[in-house]
């Protein structure tokens, strides 16, 4: 793997998730991804929901899965749901009918029903629909054969095809009387007495656009006025006990509707551990009925929650998630760190299982470590100190040492701790308790960090304060401890033997501990004083101990040899380890400053003229944003004039024969009336005429006139066209009537709505063909993606100085990068916002839409780092003229090329890959050994 220096921090600043993703700007959108390492927790819950997948039958029943997580805060409980959410899965034999339907809700506090409404978030009308169709087309075909043995294989047919339901419902085959009732029967069997309202109000789902709607929010616990509950003939609004009932029903109809179900519920702890006890055990009470149920009806239900949180689950519950599917995520160990730290650097690449300098760089090992240590080894902590650290490393470009880490974490990190800190902690927790005590205690030759004695003075609880370092430390550390183990069995003393351990505790170390001391407390700044004041608070009284038998003490021995036998050979391997980690980083330190060196005055001039040409590219944008705006209002003032005298002719005209016809129609009927009246009549008449024409301008409204006339910016632009759309209430007439227009105002306010009032697609292009505004068919080429993804129109007679526009046609519609042929702007453009592009394949297809196919690793470089010193030798394999021709491809002041269209929602990621290609070109015209081979 190649070294480079991100440009920007890969890592996120808060390292927790919410399946609930949040929403990211769209300059951010076409590299969002969340890095997954696929550890055992993972690939488990994958492998169980694929499982339950494969064996989900709509007819047979008792085929649900249950499962649990458990795991401290931080150790990736979320990150797992998510993961298994986003995973594609292939039921066996199933058709794309029965793909799972997944809810996920966090429980934030004991309230059932707001769990409902979260849950129910994941679901939208039409899905639902859809399930009630299904779930009427199977009673119907058990309604067809009552009695006979072809019901299922009917109702099979009918499931996957609920239109075939419909027909025999107008062909009289059945009717939809019986049905109906068979569907009540079945709801009232399902959700009794409390689910009255519930079989008032599902039927409606089916009924018009608006009760449906109205149905839909009621069913998923959304707010409904007063007139809408009375209209679906319901006692009030959604409850918590109607709820319960509703998840039950969901539970029977999906799996008869052949939809597979799976409830997540995240962070139960909340719903069974507050200061309600009532609410506690109604709570607890749900969990056991939504997992009967879901267990009965073919659902998966799938519940994470703290360790304390299943320790306090009743054994009923815990019985109905069988071992296999109970998934425990601990601490991450110094590897699995290693692995996820090099997986947020190379997101696109095969992560190593055991990653070496050049995976984790600017990371060193060392550095990787202590983090380790001073979070416990949970990857939230990691991933929020990766993410400071990096900030800090960033700008001097800094190798991450353990110095680096520890000096990011000192200045107000509550993670920082050190032996000391954590030594006058105790001292004091000890002291609030009023226990005598010492400190530094000779104990059996063994230095004791804390001693607390009994009232007669005798030694009642001894406190060891081990640091976790890691390597051969903990493992001599280990060792230790398991001498005054021994010691204390021995001599029978009564003593209680108490282990704080500071930070990561390894899983081949520490842990093993625990059968032979009595209780190990690993620290953490948040929940050690608690746990350490209970453990103060639960002593026992000091008794006398028997002498132990010989076959004890030889059974005990015997434990203990081979504990110490394993561990001594762990310290072995890791002072190797040990020895290797510290030859490697200091070859590392001595190359990395001679590179920087080196680097440094290129850095300085890049930045320099890095500034001049984001400078250019600013200007010129502008100059193509009031290029538009002049070429707009020039056709504007140009259409106005042109109006007015189409007018002024017209009037003239109609005057002119509006005064011969009078003065004809006086000659003829009245020739005694004098010259001067005749006069006086012909000015009336016309005044009134040229009234008219002024009146008809006037009554077109204050939306016509506002926008018709002249505008200062876009933004008036598109405030005048929604206002004036909105008041118009265009229909497709008359927006087609104005994408004729001769005022391009007029035009632009059409185009915006064109797609959505249904005019079609032959109409759009020929707008587009001969529109003269670049800004009206920016609005056009919207507006054919929002309705029409297909884009063949383009080579169809489409004028040369329209094509620039197909860039807003990718923006919209995600066309695929093969539509357009390599060293197009349009394929770059297609390659970052098609949704068939995947982060994995990203690169490649950069390479192949610039022209420089084979070369993918290197335009990797400019999306997850910036040219540096460390992988500025990538871009060796490219020639002086592909680096220029992928300049010129990009190049902003360059009329014809695609990053001249200023409004791009992906014009901030072209201009940095044009920049990029200019750094190339910059460091070789600075010190041609740079970058090339």
């Known amino acids: 793997m190649r070294r480079f220096y991100p440009s920007r921090n890969p890592f996120p600043y808060q390292g927790a998730l919410s399946v609930a993703d949040e929403e990211l700007p769209e300059s951010e959108k076409e590299f969002d991804s969340t890095p997954t390492l696929p550890l055992a927790p993972v690939a488990r819950l994958v492998t169980l929901t694929q499982e339950y997948l494969d064996r989900f039958d709509p007819i047979q029943k008792k085929r649900g899965q249950i499962v649990a997580l458990r795991g401290e805060a931080g150790t990736g409980k979320t990150h797992t749901i998510h993961y298994a959410q986003r995973v594609t899965y292939r039921p066996k034999g ?61 109702a099979n047919t009918l499931r996957e095809d609920p239109d075939q339901a419909q027909r025999l419902f107008a062909e009289g085959a059945v009717e939809r009387g019986k049905i109906e009732e068979r569907q009540e029967e079945e709801l009232r069997k399902v959700s009794g007495g409390a689910g009255e309202d519930l079989r008032r109000a599902l039927p409606f789902l089916s009924a018009s656009p608006a009760m449906a709607e109205t149905a839909f929010k009621w069913v998923t616990g959304q707010a409904v006025s007063a007139e809408q509950i009375r209209q679906l003939g319901v006692s009030g609004p959604m409850t918590a006990e109607v709820a319960r009932a509703a998840l039950r029903l969901f539970a029977r109809v999906f799996r008869r509707a052949g939809r597979p179900l799976i409830l997540c519920i995240d962070q139960y702890e909340n719903l069974i551990d507050s200061a309600d006890a009532k609410a506690n055990a109604a709570n607890i009470g749900w969990i056991q009925n939504l997992m009967d149920d879901a267990a009965a009806e073919n659902g998966m239900v799938v519940i994470s929650g703290n360790e304390k949180a299943w320790r306090e689950l009743p054994g009923y519950i815990q019985s109905r998630v069988p071992d296999l599917n109970l998934i425990t995520l601990q601490a991450w160990s110094p590897s699995e760190i290693e692995q996820v730290i090099s997986l947020y650097l190379h997101p696109f690449d095969q992560i190593s299982e055991q990653p070496g300098e050049d995976d984790l760089f600017p990371f060193t090992k060392g550095a990787t470590l202590r983090m380790c240590e001073y979070s416990g080894g949970n990857i939230r902590r ?153 453990a103060l608070k639960h002593m026992p009284p000091v008794i006398s101990l028997s002498s132990p038998s010989p076959k004890v003490l030889e059974s005990f021995e015997k434990q203990i040899q081979v504990l110490q036998s394993s561990i001594e050979d762990l310290r072995r391997e890791r002072q190797w380890e040990q020895q290797q980690l510290e030859h490697n980083s200091l070859g590392l330190l001595s190359r990395q400053e001679a590179k920087r060196d080196v680097w440094r005055g290129i850095r300085t001039g890049w930045a320099e003229e890095r500034a001049k040409l984001e400078d250019r590219i600013s200007a010129k944008h502008a100059e193509y944003r009031l290029r538009d705006q002049q070429e707009m209002e020039a056709l504007r003032a140009r259409s106005e004039r042109e109006l007015w005298i189409r007018v002024g002719s017209q009037v003239l005209f109609a005057s002119v024969l509006l005064a011969g016809a009078m003065l004809l129609w006086f000659q003829i009927f009245y020739r005694r009336l004098e010259a001067l009246n005749q006069l006086v009549w012909i000015g009336t008449a016309l005044g009134g005429l040229v009234a008219s024409v002024a009146l008809a301008r006037f009554f077109q409204g204050s939306a016509y006139r506002e926008l018709t006339a002249s505008v200062s910016s876009r933004s008036e632009l598109d405030r005048l066209a929604s206002a004036y759309n909105l008041r118009k209430g265009a229909d497709r007439r008359s927006v087609v009537r104005g994408l004729r227009a001769s005022n391009p105002h007029l035009r632009y306010a059409s185009a915006l709505v064109a797609a959505d009032r249904g005019v079609d697609q032959e109409q759009i292009s020929a707008a587009l063909a001969s529109e003269r505004s670049a800004i009206v068919r920016q609005a056009l080429a919207y507006s054919l993606a929002r309705r029409y993804n297909q884009i063949s129109f383009w080579s169809k007679g489409t004028r040369a100085d329209v094509a620039l526009e197909v860039g807003y046609y990718i923006e919209e519609a995600g066309s695929h990068p093969d539509e357009f042929p390599p060293g197009s702007g349009f394929r770059v453009l297609a390659c970052l916002r098609s949704p068939d592009i995947s982060p994995a394949t990203l690169a490649e297809q950069l390479a192949k839409s610039i022209g420089i196919a084979g070369n993918e690793d290197a335009v990797s470089v400019a999306f997850r780092g910036g040219l540096t010193a460390s992988n500025v030798s990538v871009t060796a394999q490219w020639s002086d003229f592909e680096v220029r021709q992928a300049s010129a491809l990009l190049n902003p002041e360059d009329e014809r090329s695609i990053t001249s269209q200023y409004n791009l929602k992906s014009i901030a990621t072209l201009k940095e890959m044009y920049l990029f290609f200019r750094q190339i070109e910059f460091v070789r015209s600075r010190d041609e050994t740079y970058g090339r081979l």
């Open 94 to 154: 199933s058709p794309a009918g029965q793909l799972p339907v997944q809810l996920y809700a966090s429980a934030d506090s004991p309230d059932f029903f707001r769990i409902y409404v979260s849950l129910l978030t994941g679901i939208d009308l039409e899905t639902m629909r859809g399930i009630g169709e299904r779930f009427t087309a199977v009673l119907t075909g058990e309604e067809l054969d009552p009695h006979g043995g072809t019901s299922d294989r009917v």
């Open 382 to 534: 990691v991933l929020q100190v990766a993410a400071a650290v990096f900030d800090k490393a960033q700008t001097g470009e800094l190798l991450i040492e353990p110095v680096v880490v520890e000096s990011v974490l000192l200045t107000g990190s509550r993670m920082f701790f050190t032996e000391s800190s954590v030594r006058a902690e105790i001292k004091q927790i000890i002291l609030e308790q009023t226990l005598p005590f010492t400190t530094e205690a000779e104990v059996y030759d063994s230095r004791i960090d804390f001693c607390i004695s009994g009232p007669d003075g005798h030694p009642r609880l001894l406190v060891m304060v081990s640091k976790a370092i890691f390597y051969a430390d903990e493992a001599d550390t280990a060792l230790r401890h398991l001498d005054l183990i021994r010691k204390l069995q021995y001599h029978k003393d009564p003593a209680r033997f108490l282990l704080v351990v500071l930070g990561y505790v390894s899983p081949q170390v520490t842990p093993r501990l625990l059968p032979f001391v009595h209780e190990l407390i690993v620290y953490r700044a948040d929940t050690f004083r608690g746990n350490f004041t209970n």
